[in-house]
């Protein structure tokens, strides 16, 4: 897949409201998250994104230290040789369990912790949310409905920014819909 000129405005504005949603949610359930630096409780599986975030994460990867480049280019390869085994995996860019481009971390990850609204597979709305979260005796009682990350909703809006980010240099409809591994775009990222 050809790499994107396309103007990233669209994304940002995104990230910023998903930003503003997560802070106003972190600040209403603060005493049920456990959330916080060093923790990777939810970062331990390999997450693949849209061409848009992968332009955005190559960037972030572009800017580290040659040497936390090449730290991650090793947790790729890593990461590559424990799923082809079947074995749990990290994410590739986690080092001592913190994000190497938190700044630029994906919309997923901006988002987890929270409680999640989402339809399941049935049809039925439900709510998700990291399992270290919301632990206290009738802590979910305070959830409601108007104070949820609305997933699907988030998705398609990431879907949409995705879509116009690809059309604009030609990226045909089938490939700005194929996700890209984080391994991937620590490779194309690093390459010498």
């Not at 700044?103 to 709305?125: F, K, M, N, S, W």
Request: net charge negative; hydrophobic share 40%; proline share 5%.
């Amino acid at each position: 897949m050809k790499d994107s000129v396309n103007d990233h405005s669209a994304y940002h504005t995104l990230i910023e409201q998903v930003s503003e949603l997560s802070a106003r949610l972190t600040e209403r359930y603060h005493t049920h998250l456990n959330c916080r630096a060093g923790c990777s409780a939810c970062c331990h599986h390999h997450l693949s994104v849209f061409p848009v975030e992968a332009a955005q994460i190559k960037e972030a990867i572009a800017s580290l230290p040659a040497e936390t480049q090449q730290t991650l280019k090793r947790q790729a390869a890593a990461v590559r040789e424990r799923e082809a085994r079947n074995e749990p995996v990290a994410c590739p860019l986690l080092v001592n369990d913190r994000c190497a481009i938190y700044a630029a971390r994906p919309v997923i990850c901006r988002t987890q912790g929270l409680p999640l609204l989402y339809e399941a597979a049935d049809g039925h709305q439900e709510v998700d949310f990291c399992p270290l979260n919301f632990t206290a005796e009738h802590a979910t009682e305070e959830l409601d409905e108007a104070h949820l990350v609305p997933l699907d909703t988030l998705n398609l809006k990431l879907a949409a920014v995705n879509l116009n980010y690809c059309r604009s240099p030609g990226i045909n409809d089938d490939e700005a819909f194929q996700r890209i591994s984080m391994a991937d775009i620590i490779e194309q990222a690093t390459r010498s």
